[in-house]
Structure formats: C-alpha cells, structure tokens
C-alpha cells in the first residue's frame, strides 16, 4: 500500500497533475485573515468557537482563533469564518 | 437571490448537544443534508437546515443519539400553516382578486371630450341606443363601427376616434361647421344647392357647372354635374361620371326673429342647502337620509364620483351627493335698455357662431321693436355661404343614340 501510494505521488510530480486529483490533497483557500475555504475533507472532529479541528486523508488540520462560524459545510466543500490565528497540521 | 429562494422553501435553526454532536455533523455530509450557518454555542451548535432536509435528519439523530433541538422557523411555508385555519381570509382575499379582474372585463365609465354643439349626453344617449352603456362586456364594442355610425348620424362631427382605456370607454369628437362629405372620393355625384339664393363664386376642382354667377338657384337645384359628356366632332359619343367637387358661394337671406317677454321671473338664491349623500352600483342608487325639504321651491344639483383602481380603471361604485338649494322667485320687468342690450348681446352671438362656420355677413337689417309685453327684434341678415353638397348620382347606362327610331 505504501508503495503505491509513493509510486503515485513521483507520477503525479513528475507529470505536473494537481495533488488534489490523483492524492486527495486539501486545498485550503484563505481570504484574508477572517476567511478560509477548505475542499477536499473527510469531516469536523472537533469543533468550538476558538478551535477547527479538520480530518482529512492525510492527516488532521487545525485552526485556531476566535468566533468560528460555518458558514456552510457539504459534502467538498466548507467555509470558516472568524479571526484566525494559527493553522496547524499533525 | 439565494435567501429569497431558502425564504419560499422554508428553514430552521436547530440546536443539538451532546458528546457525538460533531459525528451527527459528518453523517448529515454523508447523506448530502446542506447545512448552514453552524456556529458553536453552551457547548453544542446551532445550525441552519431547511425543512426538506429537516425531515432526514431523524434517522440520524437516532443513529447519533442526540435531539436536535428547534430554535426558530423561518420561511413561507411555516406562515402559510399559521393562516391555515383562517380560511374566510383566505377566501376573501380570492374573491376580492377575482371579483376586480371581473370587473376589469366589463366598461364602467364613458368619456366624451371636444363636443360643442352636440352634448356628451348626446353621444352618450346615441351610444346608449347602439347598446353600448356603462356596463356591458369590453369585447362586445366594436369602436370602428360605432364611429361610423357616428359619423354618420351626427352631421356636424368632422372626426371621431373611440377608444376603450382600462374599464373606460373614450370617445374624441372634432366638430365642424362644413358638412361633412358623406359621398366617398370615389364615387360619382353632382352639386346641389342646400338653399336658395344668388352664386356670387364658383370654385371648381371637377365637374361641369350649370351656372353662372349672379344666377338665381332654388333649393336642390343642380349646381355642378358630375355627368361629363365625351364629344368628338361635336357628338356625344359618351358619359363619363366624375365626382364633381367645388365650392359655390351664394348671397342667401336668413330670417331672424328673437322674442323676449317684458315680465320675467328670477331665482333669488338664499343661502339656504340641504346635502344628501349616498352610494351607487350601476344604475342603482342609495341614499343614506332623505331630508325633508321645507323649500318652496329648489333646484337639486346631484354629483358624481366614480370610483377607480388607477388611471382609466373605473369601478361601477362611487359617492353621489344631492343638494338642495332654495331660492324664491322675483317677478321683474325689463326696462327698454336692458332689453335692448340683452337682444343685442344674443344676436351679436349669433353672428359670432356663424361667422365661425364661415359664412360672411354682408347686411344686417335686424330692428328691435317694443309692444306692450314683448320685445321683438327681427329682420333679415344677408350671407354669403358655400351651399352647395355633394349627392350622388344614379349611374343609368348611356346607350349612343341609334338612326333605328328614325
């Protein structure tokens, strides 16, 4: 499994696709210092008003700040808005 | 756009709590629920769903073990279950529409504008015999056959346009003082004289005259003939008919007569009125109070207000007001100056009118007599006016004269 998953990433590289397509990689779009658009997740896990925690297949992902709203959350796609202060991955 | 469309659908704002509150969250991604607006609040969230979604959520929430809690609900269709049990409002909201677009079908008002010598009751009482009438159906008017049935039963109307503008009905008249032409450009037809009188000038546009001027014609005399003779060697070889058109001025005489008693009565208004209101539908009127009216004598004066939605759209209710007014009668006698000046005042006017119709005055013999109880002014007055109308001819067919009688 390992394998593949790194013979598919050296394809990816060395053909220029997106990571996105072929890795399921997060794309993590931020407007400004109040604005973030996330794709490519699998779900919340944790969730307050001054912490995001954000599973995804490669990992987890976390934001912290202050006054977190969703302002929409489907399947691809969510958008988070609030002061940011710190984006974490682990 | 967006929050328009999620009004006419209908949302909610849900509250759920508990340790699997964020489990609850991925399930509704799962299972393609939208949410909206989550926000984190007393340990739990708030969140917006619509009311379809809403009603998948159960399973989950069963799944989750949590209750989803309802805050508030927004949109039309929770208003609408609110006015579900007042059903009179809805269905009077349903017969006002439809009762105002009936009426919208039907004509409730007619206007008449530019009539001078004939009155808009006139038109009215005429359209009225042709069965057009505040009231009947819109699509029952037929506005290009009424305006030649206008054309041709009022003399004096030179132009007629009618109109239909929301529930009313407008009828424009430009009046005349020439008759009208009511033989078409193309049909044939002779000049005939309207009254007796001296030719003092002949226009002619097409036509053979028949006179000269300074000759004397009697009424219905032929002035121009429309039957032009074709010669060729001096034979009539054959008729052609033309439409004759020319104008003919004659010297004619008119006899005027104006009589005014001495002894007349005037209404002395007092200030003294009696109002009556009331309301009409259609023809039928009511009146609030019948006041007693103690006057000896009274002239009433009724008013009407129609009521419309906007612009033109006429309804077939409004206010009527009624007036009572009282005056006494003062027998007076007119001194020989102002009779004078009163018989003068309306003969002066009476030129006036004419001359608009454009006919010259050459001599005005009118005197003004005084007997015991009457003032008299009479006289001739001497016009030169067109008289002469266009009538058709009855086409005979024209046969050249054959040597077989002989």
């Given at each position: 499994m390992g394998k593949t998953k790194k013979k598919i990433k050296n394809l990816t590289q060395a053909l220029n696709i997106p990571q996105d397509v072929t890795n399921g990689a997060t794309i993590i779009t931020i407007v400004g210092k109040t604005e973030v658009i996330v794709e490519n997740y699998r779900g919340i896990i944790e969730y307050n008003d001054k912490k995001i925690k954000i599973g995804t297949r490669n990992g987890n992902i976390e934001f912290e700040g202050e006054r977190f709203l969703i302002e929409y959350y489907t399947d691809d796609e969510m958008k988070?808005?609030?002061?940011?202060?710190?984006?974490?991955?682990s | 756009m967006q929050r328009l469309i999620?009004?006419?659908?209908?949302?909610?704002?849900?509250?759920?709590?508990?340790?699997?509150?964020?489990?609850?969250?991925?399930?509704?991604?799962?299972?393609?629920?939208?949410?909206?607006?989550?926000?984190?609040?007393?340990?739990?969230?708030?969140?917006?769903?619509?009311?379809?979604?809403?009603?998948?959520?159960?399973?989950?929430?069963?799944?989750?073990?949590?209750?989803?809690k309802i805050i508030k609900k927004y949109g039309l269709p929770f208003q609408l279950h609110r006015y579900k049990h007042r059903k009179a409002y809805a269905i009077g909201l349903i017969i006002a529409i439809v009762t105002l677009y009936g009426f919208s079908l039907f004509l409730w008002n007619i206007s008449v504008t530019g009539t001078s010598i004939y009155t808009p009751e006139n038109i009215i009482q005429?359209?009225?015999?042709?069965?057009?009438?505040?009231?009947?159906?819109?699509?029952?008017?037929?506005?290009?056959?009424?305006?030649?049935?206008?054309?041709?039963n009022f003399q004096d109307v030179a132009w007629v346009s009618l109109e239909v503008s929301g529930t009313?009905?407008?009828?424009?008249?430009?009046?005349?003082?020439?008759?009208?032409?009511?033989?078409?450009?193309?049909?044939?037809?002779?000049?005939?004289?309207?009254?007796p009188g001296?030719?003092?000038?002949?226009?002619t546009r097409k036509g053979t005259p028949m006179i000269k001027i300074g000759d004397v014609v009697k009424q219905d005399d032929v002035l121009l003939s429309g039957t032009?003779?074709?010669?060729?060697?001096?034979?009539?070889?054959?008729?052609?008919?033309?439409?004759?058109?020319?104008?003919?001025?004659?010297?004619?005489?008119?006899?005027?007569?104006n009589t005014v008693p001495l002894d007349y009565e005037q209404k002395v208004y007092s200030n003294k009125k009696t109002k009556t209101?009331?309301?009409?539908?259609?023809?039928?009127?009511?009146?609030?109070?019948?006041?007693?009216?103690?006057?000896?004598?009274?002239?009433?004066?009724?008013?009407?207000?129609?009521f419309k939605l906007w612009g033109d759209y006429y309804l077939p209710i409004g206010i009527n007001t009624k007036e009572y007014?009282?005056?006494?009668?003062?027998?007076?006698?007119?001194?020989?100056?102002?009779?004078?000046?009163?018989?003068?005042?309306?003969?002066?006017?009476?030129?006036?009118?004419?001359?608009?119709?454009?006919?010259?005055?050459?001599?005005?013999?009118?005197?003004?007599?005084?007997?015991?109880?009457?003032?008299?002014?009479?006289?001739?007055l001497i016009l030169i006016e067109n008289i002469g109308y266009a009538k058709e001819i009855e086409i005979i067919e024209w046969r050249p004269p054959t040597n077989e009688s002989n």
């Open positions: 988070i808005s609030g002061k940011i202060c710190e984006i974490k991955y | 999620k009004y006419l659908k209908g949302y909610l704002i849900l509250y759920i709590k508990g340790f699997s509150a964020e489990r609850f969250l991925n399930l509704c991604i799962n299972r393609d629920i939208f949410i909206w607006d989550l926000e984190s609040c007393d340990n739990g969230f708030r969140f917006k769903v619509s009311l379809k979604d809403f009603k998948r959520l159960r399973p989950i929430a069963k799944k989750t073990k949590t209750r989803p005429f359209l009225k015999e042709e069965n057009v009438y505040a009231g009947i159906k819109k699509n029952k008017i037929n506005c290009a056959e009424l305006e030649k049935k206008i054309l041709y009313r009905l407008i009828v424009n008249i430009i009046e005349t003082n020439e008759h009208p032409d009511l033989v078409k450009d193309d049909t044939a037809c002779d000049i005939v004289s309207l009254k001296i030719i003092t000038k002949i226009v032009v003779n074709i010669e060729t060697d001096g034979v009539i070889t054959g008729i052609k008919y033309v439409h004759a058109d020319a104008d003919v001025y004659a010297k004619t005489v008119l006899q005027y007569t209101y009331g309301m009409f539908f259609g023809d039928y009127k009511l009146y609030l109070f019948h006041p007693k009216i103690k006057y000896k004598n009274y002239e009433s004066e009724a008013n009407i207000k129609q007014i009282d005056y006494d009668i003062v027998r007076k006698t007119y001194s020989e100056e102002e009779v004078t000046f009163l018989l003068n005042d309306t003969l002066n006017k009476y030129i006036e009118t004419l001359e608009k119709k454009g006919v010259q005055i050459i001599e005005n013999n009118v005197k003004i007599t005084l007997d015991n109880k009457n003032a008299i002014a009479k006289g001739n």
